[in-house]
């Protein structure tokens, strides 16, 4: 090879090794203190654009997450307020069944009635004041509700809650359109004055099956908040497995192994030391021309 002193090809080949390594350590630090191999389109196009989509959906499924859990606090608040229902209910039925012996006065029957009147009117405001986030739940004001549980816009990724499941609970419904059994109404019993006036009179024992009927509506109603209750869990452990199975899948494919890295680590900053000796060595081969002169 020539001795020549305008160029100095030892000297470029190191300058390129040493750019070289310092590039290889600088990736190593980058990816050892970020925690990812994958930091810029560059390093694996197609796996930035995977990785970019794998996170938008993990954004979304905890949206869905948030979504489902408030469909079934939203349920369970709903079921709440029929347990409360259920137990002025039993209490009204007690107290009809102690009315209808026919050894209570007039003022007995009162107080009797007085009570029934009170748990009755609870009742009332119960179902006035059944709300969530603004909704009234027992009014009967809603219709069905799609509670978006899932990543797209199909039926697939919705749970439907029908109308059924916001039917109304006041007692003037409860005991006109359920007390009689058989799907026919009882215009007798179309407000709570006049429930509580029959749970007392000479008839109260007539009423006993007709409260027992409104329970068992309540009961049913209760039933089928549980059946919805069931999809919502389904879905909330749904979109866990699929969130953690996503994110296993971005670990794999952005996040960096840092044992691999810091051995890529050490050997680049041994390659730049080298290059960087070598480099200062080959910047003087030029000079051995001057000992032919």
Not at 270 to 277: E, K, P
Request: aromatic residues 4%; hydrophobic residues 40%; proline residues 0%.
């Amino acid at each position: 090879m020539a001795l020549t002193i305008n160029t100095n090809i030892s000297s470029m080949v190191a300058q390129q090794n040493l750019a070289k390594a310092t590039g290889s350590l600088n990736k190593a630090i980058e990816r050892m203190t970020t925690g990812y191999k994958i930091n810029h389109a560059g390093d694996n196009a197609a796996g930035y654009s995977i990785a970019r989509n794998w996170e938008t959906q993990l954004g979304s499924l905890d949206i869905a997450a948030d979504n489902a859990a408030t469909g079934a606090d939203m349920m369970t608040t709903l079921e709440d307020h029929y347990s409360l229902i259920s137990s002025h209910l039993q209490r009204v039925r007690d107290l009809t069944e102690q009315a209808s012996n026919g050894t209570y006065g007039s003022a007995s029957l009162n107080a009797i009635k007085s009570e029934i009147t009170a748990r009755l009117e609870e009742i009332d405001r119960i179902s006035a004041n059944c709300e969530f986030n603004g909704q009234h739940l027992m009014n009967g004001s809603m219709g069905a509700i799609n509670l978006q549980v899932g990543l797209y816009s199909s039926s697939d990724s919705k749970i439907e809650l029908k109308a059924d499941l916001f039917k109304k609970g006041d007692v003037g419904t409860l005991f006109k359109t359920y007390s009689k059994g058989d799907g026919t109404e009882d215009n007798t019993l179309a407000d709570k004055a006049a429930v509580a006036t029959a749970c007392t009179g000479a008839n109260a024992s007539d009423m006993l099956n007709k409260i027992d009927n409104v329970i068992k509506e309540i009961s049913n109603r209760t039933t089928t908040l549980g059946a919805a209750q069931n999809r919502i869990d389904s879905a909330i452990e749904s979109i866990a497995v699929q969130s953690e199975n996503i994110t296993s899948s971005l670990s794999t494919l952005r996040d960096a192994d840092v044992a691999k890295e810091s051995s890529n680590y050490i050997q680049a900053q041994i390659l730049q030391q080298a290059a960087a000796t070598l480099l200062a060595t080959a910047n003087q081969t030029p000079s051995i021309a001057l000992n032919l002169l």
